[in-house]
C-alpha cells in the first residue's frame, strides 16, 4: 500500500531551527517533494529530493535517505509567516503523487 | 502572468446536484490533476491527465468525472453520485518530464447543503 506519515502538528519560536520530518511506504518512488500551505491557499513548492542527500535552499533545506524511507524539511531562523502547513509527497510511478497529511507548524514569537 | 486560475473559489449547492469546476492554466504544461482536500487530511488525487484527450482514475475517482478537450483547460465535474462532495478541491498542472514539481491554482471550495 501507499502510506507517508507527518508529525500533525509542531510548535516552535521566532528564530529557532525546526525539523520537519516524513517517512514513506510507496509502491515506486520517482522523487519527493516538499509543498507549503497556508490555511485556505494553494501549497507551493518547496524542494525536491530524488538522490540521498541534502539540497539547500535559503532558510530551508531537505533531506533524503531512500533506503530508510526518510526525509525531513528543515527551516532555519524562523519567522512568523512560516506558520503553515507543510505537505510531503512521493511520485511513484508515472503521474500519481501520494501526498502525506501535512503538519501544520505554528511560529510563535 | 503564466499561472492557474480555478473558478469560483466558493460554490454552493442543493444535494443532487451536479457541479462542474472550472481548471484553466497558461503555464504551457502537459500534465494536469485534480485533488481533494478535507480538514486534516493529505490530498487525494481524483484523476490526473497527461495529454489531450487521455485522463487516468487516481486513488478516489468515484462520483466524480473529467474531460481534456484542451491543453490548457481540464474541468471537474462532482456528480450526485459523490456521496460526501463537500470539500475543498484543487487543481494543478506540471510538465510531463524531469522534476515535474506541480503548480496549484487557488482552489475551490464546495459546499454542497
Known amino acids: 500500500g501507499q502510506n507517508i506519515d507527518q508529525p500533525t502538528e509542531m510548535t516552535a519560536t521566532e528564530g529557532a531551527i525546526v525539523q520537519i520530518n516524513c517517512t514513506y511506504q510507496?509502491?515506486?518512488?520517482?522523487?519527493l517533494f516538499w509543498y507549503q500551505q497556508h490555511a485556505g491557499e494553494a501549497p507551493t513548492f518547496l524542494s525536491y529530493?530524488?538522490?540521498?542527500g541534502l539540497e539547500e535552499k535559503g532558510r530551508f533545506s531537505s533531506f533524503l535517505s531512500r533506503s530508510k524511507g526518510y526525509s525531513y524539511l528543515l527551516l532555519k531562523e524562523l519567522q512568523m509567516k512560516d506558520s503553515a502547513s507543510y505537505l510531503c509527497a512521493v511520485r511513484d510511478f508515472g503521474q500519481n503523487f501520494v501526498f502525506g497529511p501535512g503538519t501544520r507548524l505554528s511560529v510563535l514569537p | 502572468d503564466g499561472g492557474i486560475t480555478q473558478s469560483p473559489k466558493y460554490l454552493f449547492r442543493k444535494e443532487g446536484q451536479n457541479v462542474t469546476l472550472s481548471c484553466e492554466q497558461n503555464l504551457n504544461h502537459d500534465a494536469m490533476y485534480w485533488y481533494r482536500q478535507d480538514p486534516g487530511q493529505g490530498l487525494r488525487l481524483i484523476y490526473y491527465s497527461q495529454i489531450v484527450n487521455d485522463f487516468q482514475k487516481g486513488d478516489i475517482a468515484e462520483g466524480y468525472s473529467v474531460s481534456r478537450e484542451k491543453k490548457e483547460s481540464f474541468p471537474l465535474t462532482v456528480t450526485s453520485a459523490q456521496k460526501n462532495p463537500t470539500a475543498f478541491y484543487l487543481c494543478?498542472?506540471?510538465?510531463?518530464?524531469?522534476?515535474?514539481?506541480?503548480?496549484f491554482g487557488p482552489g475551490t471550495r464546495l459546499t454542497v447543503l
Open positions: 529530493n530524488v538522490l540521498d
Open positions: 494543478a498542472s506540471s510538465i510531463a518530464e524531469g522534476r515535474r514539481e506541480q503548480f
Open positions: 510507496t509502491s515506486g518512488f520517482n522523487g
